[in-house]
Structures are given as structure tokens and as C-alpha cells.
């Protein structure tokens, strides 16, 4: 908590960018501040710069308590890494709790994975804000997911509860993972993905974002690219939604505002979901800096 009492301090560290925001507890962004992740450096260059940015925040007083959302399988009671792609070369094993006490003047650090924090961010303040029981999805890089059932983030016995991204969907027959394996829902529906499918539909883009553009301009090939993304997604959901009877489900990330892929995802998800479920809502994120909002409430009362 910081000096004032009446906010708290959260960070989201990503493979592009950290991010620090002072909160209110109901999950009201008061200000923050946002750097490159110097991901190229090493473990300790980040967590320097994620202490720069909090120092940033607090100015001359000293800080408490900080909540980290990161990316990487976080084990959430040591908060050390217990693995990372290539985003955060050299992530896995870092001990992040104790790297930034220590940066911090022995505060109080507590760490989750970044999408586990964005599922609290959008519990606490955003379009899960009236729910005990949903899941959150962020489709970008990656494919991730987060379920809180009963109003507690389920971790898994592994730490990986959650991984949507690595469930085995229609469309993606053969098509390798970056886990490593073929046919997982990621290969498909990541931005990555959807580049890779509209590129082997005759398209010509560098990223997803170059998709969207096409997807504008009436290109056919790239409506069909997201649309098999959207369609993969939705039958994702769809089998989650039945196992897991949710209150609702939140959809984040860079490429889920790709005109279309939410209203496929949609569609695919009701096709999908047992006629009593049929009607569970798909709601885009409301929080622009979920993770962080996430990460600063972790063990504040609602």
C-alpha cells in the first residue's frame, strides 16, 4: 500500500513493456507510468526498471506493498518463474519476489502470471466486476486464460490452470504450437496465428495488425483468416463454458479487438455450449490496464 493509504501499487511486466499503476481499492487507475521491458538484458535489467518505474510512483516515500503480474507460469507462493517464452529470454527461474524486495527496501511483494492478474483486474472493476464464477481470455502473442470460481483465482497444481491456449481445437489439425505440439488453439487464434493463416490463404502482411488493415479494406482472405481464428476461439469457450458453468466469460488482448473475431468467437461459443449455457456472456475488457489493476489488489478485500 502506498504512503497515503488510500492506493496501492501494481505492475504488469511484459515481453514490450512494464507497466506501474497506483490503484484505489475498487479498482480505480489514480495514475501510471509505463517503460520498454528491456527483455533483451536479463532478469535483473527488468526488475530494475519495473523498481525505477515504482520509485517513479512513489517519489521520496517508501513502498510497502507491490503487486507483479508477469509473464511466464508463476508459482504463486514463492513467486519464482517456473518457465517463460522467448519474449523474456532467461525469465524462467527468476526469483522475483525476492529480486524486487530486495530493489525495494525489503516491501512486500506478491506475484501472479499476467493473465491470472487481468482476470482479477476485470473481477475487481470491469466486465466481471458483479460475478464469483467467470473466465478470462487475452488473445495477442499468445493465447492465455484465467478461472476464478467462487471468487478465487484457480491455480492448478502445477501453477498452469488456465491454459486455454493449449487445448486441442477443430481447424488447427497439424498446425504446430509454439509449446511444440500441433494443433492447439494458440497455433490458430494468436495474432501469430492469424498472420500464419492469412498468409497460407495468399495474403501479404508483417503482423496481425497488417491483417486488420486488409480485413478494412474488404480483403477476403484476411475476413476468412480471422473468422477461423474467432470460429476456434468460440469452440474453445464453448467446451470451457460447459465444463465450468461461468458467470460470464471476458475477452482481452490486442488481436481480440480484430474486427469480427469476437462476433465469430461468439457465435462459435454458442454453437458450442449446451442450450442451458447457450447464453453465457462474451464481454470485451473494460480495463485498460487490467493486469496492473490486478496485480495491486492481489490479497486486498473487495
Not at 507510468?33 to 515504482?54: C, E, F, N
Not at 529470454?89 to 493473465?115: K, Q
Not at 469480427?260 to 470485451?284: D, F, I, K
Amino acid at each position: 500500500m502506498s504512503p497515503s493509504g488510500t492506493t496501492y501499487l501494481g505492475i504488469d511486466i511484459g515481453g514490450t513493456k512494464t507497466c506501474v499503476a497506483t490503484v484505489t481499492a475498487d479498482g480505480r487507475v489514480v495514475e501510471s507510468w509505463q517503460s520498454p521491458t528491456p527483455a533483451t538484458q536479463g532478469p535483473d535489467a527488468i526488475l530494475a526498471r519495473a523498481a525505477d518505474l515504482v520509485r517513479a510512483a512513489c517519489g521520496s516515500r517508501p513502498v510497502e506493498r507491490v503487486g507483479v503480474g508477469t509473464a511466464g507460469v508463476v508459482d504463486h507462493l514463492t513467486g519464482r518463474i517456473l518457465s517463460a517464452t522467448d519474449a523474456l529470454p532467461g525469465w524462467a527461474g527468476t526469483d522475483v519476489v525476492g529480486g524486487l524486495s530486495a530493489l525495494l527496501d525489503d516491501a512486500d511483494v506478491a506475484v501472479v502470471n499476467d493473465v491470472h492478474a487481468f482476470a482479477l483486474g476485470e473481477g475487481r472493476a470491469g466486465a466481471a466486476r458483479s460475478a464469483r464464477n467467470y473466465l478470462a481470455v487475452t488473445v495477442g502473442t499468445g493465447v492465455g486464460g484465467a478461472v476464478v470460481v467462487d471468487g478465487r483465482l484457480v491455480h492448478g497444481a502445477h501453477d498452469v490452470a488456465g491454459h486455454l491456449g493449449h487445448m486441442t481445437v477443430p481447424g488447427a489439425d497439424g498446425v504446430p504450437c509454439p509449446c511444440g505440439r500441433l494443433g492447439h488453439l494458440e497455433a490458430v487464434a494468436s495474432g501469430p496465428g492469424i498472420l500464419q493463416t492469412y498468409r497460407a490463404l495468399g495474403g501479404v502482411a508483417d503482423d496481425a495488425r497488417g491483417v486488420a488493415r486488409a480485413l478494412v479494406t474488404g480483403d477476403r482472405r484476411a475476413a476468412d483468416a480471422v473468422r477461423r481464428a474467432g470460429r476456434a476461439l468460440g469452440t474453445a469457450l464453448g467446451s470451457l463454458v460447459n465444463v465450468l458453468d461461468p458467470e460470464v466469460v471476458v475477452l482481452g488482448g490486442g488481436a481480440a479487438a480484430i474486427p469480427g473475431l469476437r462476433e465469430a468467437a461468439e457465435e462459435s461459443l454458442r454453437e458450442t455450449a449446451m442450450p442451458s449455457l447457450a447464453t453465457v456472456p462474451l464481454r470485451r475488457a473494460e480495463l485498460d490496464a487490467s493486469a496492473a489493476v490486478g496485480a495491486a489488489l492481489l490479497g486486498v478485500p473487495a
